[in-house]
């Protein structure tokens, strides 16, 4: 995916090959830029790939700044502010256009072609974010995202208007995987565009369950805690903890496992448990070697996954690998 703007500095900006300043986050395989004046650093992390394109800046202010950004082509951003000590603001110079980017708090922004400024306060900030292929939300998946219907209607038509969605929550558990994310790009292997991808899926699902403003249409929580759950089973697989589903709704384990209780008729520990079995059932059947997926699963390795697998069913690894292909040659 091509870089969809343009960054101006002023003269006093110079590009440094070795910054007094290391990154906070460092992004494997990035390509880095630094940029520094007497009293202001930025540094840049970005990676291309072929779905996304993923970019970090990282500023060390002494001197309050604005920084020129021209959008060249209409894209959907998401974009998550890591370290904001204070709010960030910006504008569009040629539209009646204004933001802030307040600690802790993401968002979806679609951005029109056109001059933008960024207005850095003193501070130290650091702004992440994702150009997100719009084709994503096609129906029914945007049934999902009701709080991003008019952007990706914005993008599919052009529209020369820029528009930003209702905030997100950025907690401890949306650095936790943006940090994996960051640790395991490596262009070098083939299936890299595939787990670019997946990760950016599994960040944009976990954005609609911390919502600022829920809509009034908004499921009852345990509905909510269930799709959350798989998908946490998908991405996670036996690292799924419940403890972090509890947290992404705010409230303690315990509640949240009663209000599963009440609404299932299940407890949560064993609706995981049902859920990690199946997914160990879909894929334990695409490789030669229990081996590999166990650690696709999120295994330590195989004797961990066959203590589950003995747990759950009686069987071993190799015997349940049997059932599965047997069941889905039917």
Not at 135 to 155: E, S, W
């Amino acid at each position: 995916m091509k870089r969809p703007y343009k960054l101006t500095f002023s003269a006093d900006f110079s590009v440094i090959t070795y910054p007094q300043k290391t990154v906070s986050y460092s992004i494997r395989n990035a390509k880095e830029m630094h940029w520094q004046s007497v009293r202001n650093q930025i540094s840049e992390q970005t990676f291309d790939g072929r779905y996304a394109y993923l970019y970090y800046y990282e500023y060390w202010i002494s001197e309050a700044m604005d920084l020129p950004i021209e959008i060249i082509m209409p894209d959907l951003h998401l974009i998550y502010p890591l370290l904001n000590e204070v709010r960030i603001s910006g504008k569009r110079k040629d539209q009646e256009f204004t933001f802030e980017l307040s600690p802790a708090e993401g968002a979806y922004f679609y951005l029109a072609p056109g001059q933008y400024q960024l207005q850095l306060p003193i501070g130290h900030h650091i702004l992440v974010g994702f150009v997100v292929d719009a084709g994503m939300f096609r129906p029914p998946a945007i049934q999902h995202f009701p709080f991003l219907k008019n952007l990706v209607q914005a993008k599919k038509d052009g529209s020369l208007t820029t528009l930003k969605s209702v905030g997100f929550r950025v907690g401890p558990i949306t650095i936790k995987y943006l940090c994996i994310l960051f640790s395991i790009l490596n262009p070098n292997t083939l299936d890299n565009e595939h787990i670019l991808l997946k990760h950016l899926i599994f960040l944009v699902d976990l954005s609609r369950f911390k919502l600022l403003h829920a809509s009034d249409s908004a499921q009852p929580l345990a509905k909510q805690i269930k799709q959350l759950l798989e998908i946490m089973i998908l991405q996670r697989g036996a690292q799924a903890l419940i403890k972090e589903i509890a947290e992404v709704f705010l409230t303690a384990p315990e509640q949240l496992s009663r209000e599963y209780q009440k609404f299932h008729r299940l407890s949560i520990q064993d609706d995981r448990n049902k859920l990690l079995l199946e997914h160990i059932q879909q894929l334990i059947v695409e490789h030669d070697k229990v081996g590999t997926t166990a650690h696709e699963v999120g295994f330590s390795g195989p004797s961990e996954m066959n203590r589950f697998i003995r747990k759950m069913t009686g069987l071993t690894s190799s015997q349940f690998k049997q059932q599965a292909e047997q069941k889905f040659k039917r």
